[in-house]
């Protein structure tokens, strides 16, 4: 059984970040040049061996883990070798750091298969990265002492999360009683949905400092995008203790939102208590429609490109329905001799 998502490339070779950063800008006194690098394509994968404890959503979720970093994997290694990111004189560990979220992926495909009596969990990923938007990015970033810091810490962090998810692995195969079995499950559960905040707070903090250059001082056309993945990684994990760290920022730097309506003239008092009168109802028009309650408009997010690798996770298990077993109304047979297919189940 394979299950696909494709995700439609950008419209444009190398402007994932066109509407965000200007072509040439200095900042610090480094000045970034317009270059001719290669888009580069990355195929990577990653694959869990089920065990007898292991459930099917949470292998789809190690072999989602393991396919995002592989591709970070191959694409830090490329970016390694471009002369241009070479020239900004950053380590690889940096590299890690900051790309992550501007690595597209184009294609995820979800395949099962066995291997004996063992089931595998592949997940395939096709990404995409610019090296023109990884220079950018790192640029802007390192000016951000905020979201520099922030990074660093959820990648320290992601990388000891790894680790500790190879030993609930290692626990849960160990496992004796039904209850070890329960706790390391759970404990297993809350590792995956803290990598899964953090991802999205790490693509928080990047599509934040990418934004708020270039429509600063008012930032509000990246706010909203901003604030979705907040929603999502609080969602995941309520005690992710980054969402108010970047809310923090954010609030500081952009204040209050602006006034929707003009404020009321400070000359005309307020009514006294006598003065008070319930305003009279006023009768519907005939050709009036009925009133309907007031909708509030959700604002859509401007990113109309494919997902990053922060924001790539396998879909939530789709319930299957549960019809009652119907029984025949035949007569019963009158044949007693044993079916040779009793007692077995085909699956």
């Known amino acids: 059984m394979t299950t696909r998502t494709r995700h439609l490339p950008p419209l444009q070779r190398g402007r994932p970040l066109a509407y965000l950063l200007l072509a040439s800008f200095s900042l610090g006194g480094v000045l970034v040049e317009p270059t001719t690098a290669e888009m580069r394509t990355v195929t990577a994968d990653g694959e869990y061996r089920m065990g007898p404890r292991d459930t099917r959503e949470d292998a789809v979720r190690l072999a989602t883990e393991a396919a995002k970093r592989h591709a970070l ?9 471009v002369t241009m990111v070479t020239n900004l004189d950053i380590t690889s560990d940096e590299i890690r750091t900051y790309t992550a979220g501007l690595i597209l992926v184009l294609d995820q495909q979800i395949s099962t298969r066995l291997d004996g009596d ?3 969990i592949r997940v395939d990923l096709t990404a995409q990265v610019d090296p023109d938007d990884v220079v950018q990015a790192i640029a802007t970033l390192r000016q951000n002492e905020d ?19 190879e030993a609930a692995n290692q626990a849960l195969t160990s496992a004796t009683t039904p209850d070890q079995v329960q706790s390391v499950s759970q404990q297993r559960q809350h590792l995956l949905n803290e990598l899964q905040a953090n991802g999205l707070v790490s693509q928080a903090w990047t599509d934040w400092v990418l934004v708020t250059p270039v429509v600063n001082p008012s930032p509000w056309t990246g706010l909203g995008q901003v604030q979705g993945l907040l929603v999502q990684a609080g969602s995941v994990n309520p005690r ?3 969402i108010p760290i970047i809310q923090r920022v954010i609030t500081t730097r952009v204040g209050a939102p602006p006034p929707t309506s003009p404020p009321s003239s400070a000359s005309s ?14 009768p519907p028009a005939a050709t009036s ?3 309907r309650p007031p909708q509030f408009a959700q ?4 990113r109309s490109l494919p997902p990053t690798l922060h924001q790539i996770h396998p879909p939530p298990p789709r319930p299957l329905p549960r019809t009652p077993f119907m029984l025949s109304h035949q007569a019963p047979s009158t044949n007693s001799q044993p079916s040779s297919g009793r007692g077995r189940h085909r699956r």
């Open 240 to 242: 992710n203790p980054h």
């Open 118 to 120: 063992t089931v595998v």
């Open 73 to 81: 994997e191959q694409v830090a290694t490329y970016l390694e070798s």
């Open 269 to 282: 008092p307020p009514p006294t208590l006598q003065q008070i009168r319930p305003a009279p109802p006023s």
């Open 289 to 291: 429609p009925r009133s």
């Open 299 to 302: 604002t859509r997010s401007p």
């Open 147 to 165: 979201a520099r810091h922030e990074l660093a810490a959820l990648k320290a962090e992601v990388d000891q999360l790894h680790q500790q998810l």
